[in-house]
């Protein structure tokens, strides 16, 4: 785990992808971890390590939030554009790292505190899930001005390195007084790739995914529609597949004589044999699909010209879906629609982009700020999560990207 | 365009992103668990698991405690048991016989006309001449006796040695002396006279040569012949001739070396009885045993043949076939070994026999026999055959008179485990009993007579009363009837039961911890009947002593030491915080029970649980727990890995007081020991 880790977080390049459609080169950094409940303080001890102590899972348990959302992507990609008559054609080559989880309250107090302050109770970590996954991105884009419409399409092809994921749809832990005996439900799905090679980029598996949008304008707006990264990857059959939906009352190793026990008793190996195996299996994954809708307008004032009010969306199911079921991978996404406005501030040498948004992992209110320096040349900064560098404590998101580009 | 602005500018990002790098570790927290370690339930079964026990249970599903004892033991293979040494007998060399010896010699009248001069023209054969007396026509003539086809030497005890003599010659002859002699040492056998021999006839002599040594060559030396003048003249015819022959009979060889034929040395038929002490049987199924034949032969050909015609496999008589005995080297004997598993052996003596059957008898036929080899065998008369017969014989059954006889049983002292680890305490009884019972599979009738039945513990002792049927069951004579056979069952006999029940609350009441027993049982009392007795050992009489005690009690401070060595260690990377015991109590029985932990040293760690009263499951009207009571407890005591064994006492009152409580099978006690663990994830 601590390998896959490490994998999935190692920054490979850097490059930005340029905003306009010119001859260009560009390289993105984009590194992001941002909950909903959790605080910097978790998200810090998780992705560096460091003793957990009482006091600090009192505070995160006791969140009242019950659904613990957990996003962290660090991604660099380099983006080579070349503009034509009314269109341009892309190629870019992205390294992601994805983790996304949805942890209850009673998952954690599991997790964290084990059983014991919680016999006879039950404790629900129903829906919960983890999902981690590293892989690196080929896209070809290309985009065609008709009229007063452009459409933009792409197609990726996806080199998966490593999956990882946790789909606990029910489950239940119950601990009866005194543990004389403790029963599980539970419905898991959990899949991960082959675990004897962490090669950085090791094949473990191939995928597909497209990108479709248009924009245009209407009403003096500007009309902006797209679905990016709708895919999804085949890992090999050396992966490792576990599911299971069933009930499990252990009350300790059943024995002849209750004073004639030994090591082996004590040792969690002994139930091995009453959970059921994993098997090598193929399986899909898919990659979270971004939907955007967003309108730009002009205004009249000096200094925020123009503004856009948006909307995002993800689409990540656990598994395959079918019509009927097609929102279920919105829901499935742990994504909260974000909606977002922002504006361009532009001075000398820079221009800011404020930007106001509420949903996403957070499902709160956010600031973005972004500041870029340059014209041919030109470098990008920014955060969307502006407004935790003014918080004392209790941050709960971090994030900060970098775009380099230039023109040629 | 200048440059260096956004040269510097990528160099500060740089090292902006580069402090960031933070060295990714595991995080690291302590969990803090609970859960069942080890679950057992205890049934009636487990609770009260005994070697000795039996664990019955009625319709209803009361349970009963049934221990059982071996009353008696016979052994009745030693009855019939057939180990005997039978047909022990020496065969020496004066028996054997030996073929008469014929030799003979022909003398023509034209050899002795040839030994004339001018014999041939006076007396030309075919011609018709008169005879002139001739005297001392032979004088020293030899005559060589070749005896190499029969033996090559031959020192007789006795014999006779026969001269014939035929006068085939046209005239007399007469003055005959004849003398037989061994060529090498020229030791006269034998001399014998004949004055006259007519014409055409014979005469014959003869002379005991016991004592005498004869070679294989003889001579037959002619001392004097005449040749009386014929009467008148007679036919000549060169051909006719005396014939002289030499017949050695009736020899009795003290030794000789000789090709010697097949022949019988002995025959020995006979009828053996073997010792059976008082029984008189019949006939005898041979479970397993052997016959061996044990043979010691100085001769060099040695052989035998032994038959039992009374043992019979599947109709067919045995026989040992030929037994080849090698001349003996040594004193060691040859043994030839039949097995006879699967035989039957019929005792009543020869078949036919002239007085009728008999009892315990075989009949047996011994034969042995000089072989032929074909070759030259020195033999003599201190040459022996020395045999004799072992029985060694494992009846499966025997049928007859199996007699009078008494089986002692006891005196007999024998533990009874099943209150051993109650020390304290009373406890009130319904309606438990003693039980003799007598499974009779031989087939005789017998008495059985007790002496004495008592139970006892380290302080007192009581004594059986009065059986089922009112009689003092010490001194009453019980009959127990004979078995009979039933050729449809395994084994091949109807047994019969004999039962006699005691009532045996205040014999048990007093926990005894010994039961005594001494009795006598006689078989064939009233001595024999028309009917035959039988007897498979293997199946003799199954007497069992059996105390049936329902679990139907009063209990008061019923108190129960057990001790049991336990082997508790704990992984090194858990640390157990606290341990605890749930017990689900399915028993009408309130329970304190004190833990005593123990080390190597014998020294005392704690005691745990001393203070928890486990409460009795809950009951109905009718005293029939409906609902188990559950009973938690932390065991204070942690370091169990310096625990060597567990001293539990346990002491129990049945609910509600004084009143008779039964324990069904489907009541337990339920018993699971968890764990609270610390542990650090991360690790």
Sequence with gaps: ?408 | MNKLPHILLYIFLYILFSSCEHELENPKWEVDMITPIAYTELNINNILSDSNVIINENEEGLISLIFEEEFITMNLDTLIKIDAIADEKTHTLDSASFADVTISDTATIGEAIMEIPGGTLLLPDGSTSTIPAIQNIANGDTININTTEYFQTMTLYKGMLILTLNNGYPTDISNINLSLINSINQNIIATFNFPLIASGSVVSDSVSIGGQTIDENLLAILNNMDINASNGPVLINYDDAIITNVNISDIGITEATAIFPEQQLTENLKEHSFDMGGAEIKEIGIKSGTVTVNVLSTLPNGKMIYNIPSLKKNGIPFTSNEMIVPEAINTDLTSFTFNFEGYKLDLTGKEGRINGDTVNTIYTEAYTFIDSTGTLETINNTDSFYSFIEFDITPEYAIGYLGQDTFELGPENANITIFNNITNGNIDLKDSELLLRFENYIGVDADLQINDLSVSNNNTSINVNLDQDGNSVIGHTYQINRASLNTNTLPPINPTITEITITADEMLEILPNNINTHAYIYINPNGQTTIDDFLYPEYPVNASLQMEIPLNFIANELTLIDTTYVNINTPEDVEIDQLFITIQNGLPLDANIHLILIDDNEMILDTILGNTIITAATLNNENIVTQNSITNSEIEYNNFSEVNKIVTIASFNTVPNEEFIEIYNDYSVQMTISGNFRRIIGE
């Design chain 1, 1 to 408: 785990m601590r390998n896959l880790i490490i994998i999935l977080f190692f920054p490979i390049c850097a490059l930005s992808q340029t905003v306009d459609y010119n001859h260009g080169i560009s390289w993105n950094t984009n590194f992001i971890i941002e909950s909903n409940n959790l605080d910097k303080s978790f998200l810090e001890t998780m992705l560096y390590g460091g003793y957990i102590t009482a006091e600090m899972k009192e505070k995160w348990i006791n969140k009242n939030n019950n659904n613990n959302l957990i996003n962290f992507e660090f991604s660099n990609s380099i983006n080579r554009t070349y503009k034509f008559k009314k269109g341009h054609i892309g190629f870019s080559v992205a390294d992601r790292n994805l983790l996304n989880a949805k942890i209850t309250n009673d998952f954690l107090r599991l997790t964290l505190e084990g059983n014991n302050n919680y016999q006879d109770k039950k404790l629900d970590f129903s829906n919960t899930n983890i999902r981690a996954e590293r892989f690196q991105q080929y896209k070809i884009t290309y985009a065609k001005e008709i009229k007063n419409m452009q459409i933009k399409s792409g197609i990726s092809f996806l080199n998966g390195n490593h999956h990882l994921s946790y789909i606990i749809r029910r489950g239940d832990l119950y601990t009866a007084p005194f543990g004389s005996s403790v029963n599980l439900d539970y419905n898991i799905n959990a899949f991960m790739t082959d675990t004897s090679n962490f090669s950085l980029f090791t094949n473990n598996g191939n995928g597909i995914a497209f990108d479709i949008g248009l924009n245009f304008n209407f009403q003096n707006k500007n009309i902006d529609l797209s679905i990016t990264d709708l895919g999804f990857i085949m890992w090999n059959t050396s992966s490792n597949t576990f599911f299971t939906d069933s009930s499990f009352n252990f009350q300790g190793i059943e024995i002849d004589n209750i004073f004639d026990f030994n090591d082996s008793i004590l040792e969690a190996n002994n139930l091995i044999d009453d959970i059921p195996q994993s098997k090598n299996n193929s399986f899909k994954s898919y990659i979270p699909a971004i939907l955007h809708l967003s309108v730009s307008g002009q205004t009249q004032n000096n200094y925020l010209k123009t503004y856009t009010i948006g909307v995002f969306a993800r689409w990540q199911p656990y598994s395959d879906v079918n019509l009927l079921e097609i929102e279920n991978g919105i829901i499935e996404s742990n994504y909260t629609p974000l909606y977002y406005i922002q504006s361009v501030f532009k001075t000398k040498y820079l221009n800011i982009f404020p930007k106001i948004s509420y949903g996403g992992y957070t499902q709160d209110i956010n600031f973005h700020l972004a500041a870029s320096y340059g014209k041919t040349h030109q470098i990008t900064l920014g955060s969307n999560h502006i407004e935790q560098f003014l918080k004392k404590e209790n941050h709960n998101a971090l994030s900060l990207y970098l775009i380099l580009s230039t023109k040629i």
